[in-house]
């Protein structure tokens, strides 16, 4: 395990993993312990946001001068978060007030904010994740969506306005694959085939310590 703090960087052959501050689903409290990650994988680059909160543009224009433009965002967008009992209630040591408990919620970006990342990042490709409709999560979070329900009207206004400036936005559901199959980077290769030599990376990587282990362990066992 690799620990990351703001703005650090972790490099894995042609994969660079930045840690970029995180606000939102943390109910305006002072939580260090999340982070949004900047993903470089050769010539493209992901934002992996999940439920950042767009409360302070400005931090994101900081951030913009010091990564540049990205290919893609993933973002969450449940803007219609628990209130901050729900999940740090245990750690209060005095009763909040329900009208206190009830403004400081756990809530990602809305429209607005999303569109504002979007538009900042200069990004071709945005992706609607992490809002837990698939349904063996309503075991786990008690999410029922409907066409009604904030966070559904929130991001279909976002779809609507992506399509309409001609960029690529999707809600991911459960799994979905990056589709830009025919654009490439600047090394020639699409976002598809990036991910895919990272995973072949990856599965060398394992097969190499796991011959590692076995050769290890032969020793021990033949000393």
Not at 120 to 147: D, H
Not at 153 to 177: A, C, F, M, N, P
Not at 203 to 211: G, I, K, Q
């Amino acid at each position: 395990m690799i620990e990351a703090t703001e703005m650090e960087e972790v490099n894995i052959g042609n994969v660079r993993i930045t840690a970029l501050p995180f606000f939102g689903e943390h109910a305006d409290l002072d939580i260090r312990s999340k982070m949004a990650w900047l993903v470089n994988i050769g010539p493209h680059s992901m934002i992996f946001a999940a439920d950042s909160c767009n409360i302070e543009p400005r931090l994101y224009e900081h951030i913009h001068q010091e990564v540049g433009d990205v290919d893609a965002l993933f973002l969450g967008m449940e803007c219609a978060g628990a209130p901050l009992t729900w999940l740090y209630g245990p750690l209060l040591t005095t009763p909040m007030e329900r009208t206190m408990d009830e403004s400081r919620r756990l809530s990602g970006s809305n429209f607005e904010q999303g569109r504002s990342i979007a538009e900042l990042f200069r990004c071709k490709e945005v992706y609607v994740y992490a809002m837990g409709q698939e349904p063996w999560l309503n075991y786990i979070t008690s999410i029922k969506y409907t066409s009604d329900s904030l966070p559904i009207v929130e991001s279909d206004k976002l779809l609507k306005w992506g399509h309409e400036q001609g960029s690529q936005l999707k809600t991911i559901w459960g799994k979905r694959d990056p589709d830009r199959a025919g654009a490439t980077g600047r090394g020639g290769r699409t976002i598809r085939e990036s991910l895919h030599g990272v995973k072949r990376q990856q599965r060398f990587v394992l097969d190499r310590e796991d011959n590692q282990c076995r050769s290890v362990l032969s020793s021990r066992v033949g000393g």
